[in-house]
């Protein structure tokens, strides 16, 4: 097997026979970093969103804004069948009440 890193001839441990590194104390440091770098590569955005937790609650904001603006047929007519179902229930609670009490 030839070291990753040094580039020489080493003898994998027998429980890691996959290892592509030598057991070089410098040799296992790179091979750190290495899997380090590899992984940030790999998840750009772990870090980002940490630090941009503002910017991402204001993105969402104005993505429900836009959200509002592109659904506003949806929201009207949602707010019609509303109104209606209150007018509706109010006149029959009112209904309710004038049988209650008769006025005089
Ligand atoms: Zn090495």
């Not at 026979?17 to 899997?35: D, F, G, L, T, Y």
């Not at 047929?73 to 069948?81: A, P, V």
């Amino acid at each position: 097997m030839i070291c990753r890193i040094c580039q020489k001839e080493f003898k994998p441990n027998k429980y890691r026979p996959k290892q592509q590194v030598c057991s070089k104390p410098e040799c296992q440091k790179a091979r750190q970093i290495q899997n380090l770098r590899d992984w940030r590569l790999r998840n750009p955005d772990y870090f980002r969103t940490l630090e941009q937790d503002a910017s991402w609650r204001e993105s969402r904001y104005r993505y429900s804004r836009l959200w509002k603006a592109t659904h506003k047929e949806y929201l009207r007519e949602y707010e019609g069948i509303h109104n209606q179902q209150r007018k509706e229930y109010m006149r029959d609670y009112m209904r309710q009440r004038r049988k209650a009490s008769p006025s005089p």
